[in-house]
């Protein structure tokens, strides 16, 4: 056993560590908390690497070493605290209540050095599983398995994001599977596969960053060009919403409350969208949804839960959509919707005694 072999064994994944690790130290995008996550995760991968090469070393040696079940049982521990970090990353409001089956499996594993529960290792150096010996597995599996139906619940996830999430699942779907079969080489495998899926996750993030208003968080106008384009021939009606009152707010509350304001419709959109309803904010209080084949009546069903969302503000917000024509296009279909909105916003104005600007 030397720093040498360590080295040689797990080049690959130092090199995806560290490396990740100096980007995130310098990135300037990502939330405070995500970045503490993600270098979380990097040291967990790392202790686990060195924890696995000295059990492993010693797992070779013909001689019983009582550090070796204190190891086993370390490492069936972590890959359950990894797995937890990983969906506290992608879900950054989950609770710690995630802990729990981590925490008990550790317990159980530490137990089993002196019981045998999970698994035991006998003086002839021999590695066996006791009767709980799938349990880090099983744990392992339902973190994965929360996890894969969170992000596919997700409305904020896009249909094109999917094969990503598909890839994602699947690589830590193997990482649980592989050590069943290859017992020698699965715990490399893990640690550079949930590694390399961090760096992807990484990715994912920034791209969203460049797809999404910083405000809002929903679609900006870059992503509406780049769908107007996309999905030209699958887009059959446009809704147009402007917010009401948003210069009153500001004048009379400040543009921080006017954000707030902003931010609320936002969610109110989105929360009420479904699937194949695209929701943009398109610049100040301008917000559009493209919606993808879907009938005049999804169209009607979609504003009536817009106006259900925001009645439970203090805000209101004005509404017009089109249903795309065998000549229509975005501009059209944009001038039409902004039309029959524009009608509402001279009734919110009446209401306030202002004249429409």
């Not at 360590?6 to 908390?33: C, N």
């Not at 159980?108 to 006791?130: A, E, W």
Request: overall charge positive; aromatic content about 12%.
């Amino acid at each position: 056993m030397s720093f040498n072999d360590y080295v040689t064994e797990h080049w690959g994944m130092l090199i995806l560590l560290i490396g990740l690790a100096i980007v995130l130290r310098a990135d300037k995008h990502l939330e405070k908390r995500m970045l503490i996550r993600m270098k979380v995760a990097i040291a967990l991968l790392f202790i686990y690497s060195i924890t696995c090469y000295v059990e492993s070393y010693l797992g070779n040696q013909e001689t019983y070493s009582s550090l070796r079940p204190l190891l086993s049982a370390f490492d069936y521990s972590l890959i359950a605290v990894i797995l937890v970090n990983i969906i506290l990353i992608v879900y950054p409001e989950q609770k710690f209540y995630l802990f729990i089956p981590a925490i008990i499996n550790a317990l159980l594993c530490f137990i089993s050095i002196k019981t045998g529960l999970v698994f035991f290792i006998d003086k002839s150096n021999h590695f066996h599983r006791g009767s709980l010996g799938y349990l880090t597995y099983f744990i392992s599996a339902m973190y994965l398995t929360y996890l894969i139906i969170n992000m596919f619940r997700n409305k904020r996830v896009q249909k094109e994001d999917y094969p990503l999430i598909i890839f994602l699942a699947l690589t830590a779907i193997l990482c649980l599977i592989m050590p069943l079969y290859m017992q020698g080489v699965a715990s490399h495998w893990f640690i550079v596969t949930i590694a390399i899926d961090v760096i992807l996750y990484y990715i994912y993030l920034l791209q969203q960053i460049t797809k999404r208003d910083p405000l809002t968080n929903l679609l900006n106008r870059q992503s509406y060009y780049t769908d107007t384009d996309k999905y030209l021939d699958d887009i059959t009606s446009y809704i147009a919403i402007d917010m009401d009152g948003l210069k009153e707010v500001n004048d009379s509350d400040g543009h921080v409350a006017g954000d707030i304001a902003l931010r609320a419709l936002a969610d109110c959109f989105w929360r009420a969208a479904q699937q194949k309803q695209r929701v943009y904010r398109i610049g100040g209080d301008e917000y559009a949804i493209l919606c993808i084949d879907s009938s005049e009546a999804d169209v009607k069903e979609l504003i009536r839960r817009i106006r259900e969302e925001v009645a439970k503000t203090k805000y209101t917000c004005s509404i017009g959509y089109a249903m795309k024509q065998k000549d229509s296009t975005i501009d059209s279909l944009y001038q039409e919707a902004d039309a029959m909105l524009y009608v509402e916003k001279k009734k919110f104005y009446k209401r306030i005694g202002k004249k429409p600007r």
